[in-house]
């Protein structure tokens, strides 16, 4: 998602970010991946409350850690009979028990069963180059936020709370709170986006800037992962008729002034056009996106295996060449 959101992502700006010891990740079971800022962090809390069920090098790890505070990776060779430490780094990792000043954990730990089969140089090598990745520490538990202060942190993201919208805690628990803030003038209730439930709350200060917004939508066309969360559709919003797709990764859409317009999915392989007379306009942004890296940035030679009739000339025009029966746009 991130290529699609900054201009000239590089993997290395994320780990740069993480370097700065400002933020923090956590490998959830159920959550995914979560970023947290070390302000929420609660210092009090007591480690043994979360009681992980370890193997006995993990613990001697984890011990190690809680001991002496954020640690390289080398230190902990001595203490576990001079074995690497690397897997079992990933696998607290994995639990949502240890993190480190670095992304590339992560990044391992998506393609552990890669790794797993990688030829033995190139695991020797990893693992070497995992040990100059930086601090590995504790994640530790964080403080527990108001309803209240909740709450305004989803109203900064999703802008408009409905039943649809409210994450972390029963929209019962936030009707509790949103009623009393509308009574005090804090937000304002309405229904203001068609497709959600009747029950929608803006924020007073930011009511004026969302109904212009929705009142005078840009038509600006966008191209975005079907999963990055400002995505709405077959989310908050249902699919329209005939335009609905999976929200999963390798599939892109196109948005103009909301609506979706275009859909790439299964890496690239299928394009389906909903607004044929833009399909030019679609094209054009696609292979802008692509050459910059902020669609599919994981391949250098996208083919189209499926698309409409017709596209023949629009194809040609925006740089793709036709093997056979399929369109194969290289990466300049």
Request: hydrophobic share 40%.
């Amino acid at each position: 998602m991130l290529p699609g959101r900054i201009n000239e992502y590089r993997e290395e700006l994320l780990d740069k970010v993480l370097g700065q010891g400002n933020y923090f990740y956590r490998l959830e079971e159920k959550e995914g991946l979560r970023f947290h800022s070390y302000e929420d962090i609660d210092w009090e809390a007591d480690f043994a409350e979360q009681e992980p069920d370890l193997s006995e090098k993990e613990d001697i790890i984890y011990e190690a850690l809680r001991k002496r505070g954020a640690s390289f990776m080398q230190r902990f060779r001595d203490l576990i009979g001079g074995d690497s430490p690397f897997d079992y780094l990933l696998n607290l990792a994995g639990k949502g028990l240890v993190c480190a000043d670095s992304f590339m954990p992560v990044r391992w730990w998506l393609n552990r069963d890669k790794l797993l089969k990688a030829p033995p140089r190139q695991r020797v090598g990893v693992h070497a180059k995992a040990m100059t990745t930086g601090r590995w520490e504790l994640v530790r538990p964080l403080k527990t936020l108001t309803k209240e202060e909740r709450l305004n942190r989803l109203f900064e993201v999703k802008i408009i709370l409905c039943r649809e919208t409210v994450q972390g805690m029963t929209w019962g628990e936030a009707l509790e709170v949103l009623r009393i803030w509308e009574y005090t003038g804090q937000v304002r209730r309405g229904y203001f986006i068609e497709g959600m439930s009747g029950v929608q709350f803006i924020r007073e200060k930011d009511f004026a800037g969302v109904m212009y917004a929705l009142e005078n939508p840009k038509e600006q066309l966008i191209w975005l992962p079907a999963m990055d969360p400002c995505q709405p559709w077959g989310k908050c919003l249902s699919h329209e008729e005939g335009r609905s797709f999976m929200n999963i990764p390798g599939t892109v859409v196109a948005l103009r002034g909301g609506v979706t317009v275009a859909v790439m999915e299964r890496q690239g392989k299928i394009l389906r056009i909903f607004d044929k007379e833009g399909a030019d306009s679609i094209l054009e942004a696609f292979t802008r996106d692509f050459h910059k890296k902020k669609l599919f940035p994981q391949v250098n030679r996208l083919i189209v295996k499926e698309y409409p009739e017709d596209m023949a000339e629009v194809f040609k025009k925006y740089g793709f060449k036709k093997e056979i029966q399929d369109y194969v746009l290289y990466r300049s």
